[in-house]
């Protein structure tokens, strides 16, 4: 590995942590209202889990604006692009949840978490580029 390689993305491995930090909270939201709303309540988990997700994203956009991504684009420019992201979001978590449970037969916690992994990835890149796109204060 070339010296400064890694110093030369610092900023952009410190953004992801950061990311990881929102993200991290934002899952522990949505995994306990899954559990909550499907184990102490008997809602269907793909019902759950959606509003699980829901929920857990009014968190993570403050989150991501704020600190994560430290944006300087105007909030209501970003809240637009957030809720179509987040929506497209959803419905990978919500589609790939179903088919793993439906389909396949797993174990609700086990499909989720792939789902969450899946969508991790969709969420920073699109958080990055798009979302929250301005020139970051001191990424």
């Known amino acids: 590995m070339k010296p400064g390689l890694v110093a030369g993305r610092r900023p952009l491995v410190m953004q992801f942590l ?57 909030i209501a420019r970003s809240a637009g692009r957030y809720v179509v992201v987040s929506g497209t979001g959803l419905l990978i978590n919500s589609s790939l949840f179903w088919v793993q449970i439906e389909a396949f037969g797993f174990h609700y916690f086990v499909a989720q978490v792939f789902a969450t992994g899946t969508v991790m990835f969709w969420n920073f890149i699109l958080g990055r580029l798009f979302t929250f796109a301005s020139r970051p204060r001191g990424v």
Request: proline share 2%; net charge positive.
């Open 18 to 74: 950061r990311f990881l930090l929102v993200g991290g909270t934002a899952t522990a939201i949505h995994y306990v209202l899954l559990y909550t709303l499907h184990e102490k309540f008997g809602w269907r988990a793909v019902v759950a889990t959606s509003v699980g997700f829901a929920v857990s994203a009014l968190f993570n956009f403050t989150a991501s604006y704020f600190f994560t991504f430290r944006s300087e684009a105007p």
